[in-house]
């Protein structure tokens, strides 16, 4: 079953820039559509941005414009480009295929968002 690995998450000022990085361990990875979720405390984890297989990318309105998902097949690695950030943004970001497979979720990196 797929496994994915999350990093890159960190404090930041609000308007500061991260990007989070996740590896994954399927032989296949180019075949998957692909998504960036997270879960703020309280709150369900949301999708925040897909990428698909052949690359066309979609966000959730709160994050256009400020966010940017991409893909390196040959690395097996989806990233996550995230500027202007904002204390809302605070979560634990995880990866997973999109929809989400059951028994891959990773750790998630923690994004902190705080002046």
């Known amino acids: 079953q797929v496994q994915f690995v999350e990093s890159g998450g960190g404090l930041v000022q609000p308007g500061g820039s991260l990007r989070l990085s996740c590896a994954a361990s399927?032989?296949?990875?180019?075949?998957?559509?692909m998504g960036w979720y997270r879960q703020a405390p309280g709150k369900q984890r949301e999708l925040v941005a897909t990428?698909?297989?052949?690359?066309?990318?979609n966000y959730v309105d709160s994050v256009k414009g400020r966010f940017t998902i991409s893909r390196d097949n040959a690395k097996n690695t989806v990233y996550l480009q995230m500027n202007n950030l904002k204390p809302e943004d605070t979560a634990v970001y995880y990866c997973?295929?999109?929809?989400?497979?059951?028994?891959?979720w990773g750790q998630g990196t923690q994004v902190t968002v705080s002046s």
């Open positions: 990428i698909t297989s052949a690359g066309r990318t």
């Open positions: 997973n295929t999109n929809p989400g497979t059951e028994g891959s």
């Open positions: 399927a032989r296949l990875f180019s075949i998957y559509n």
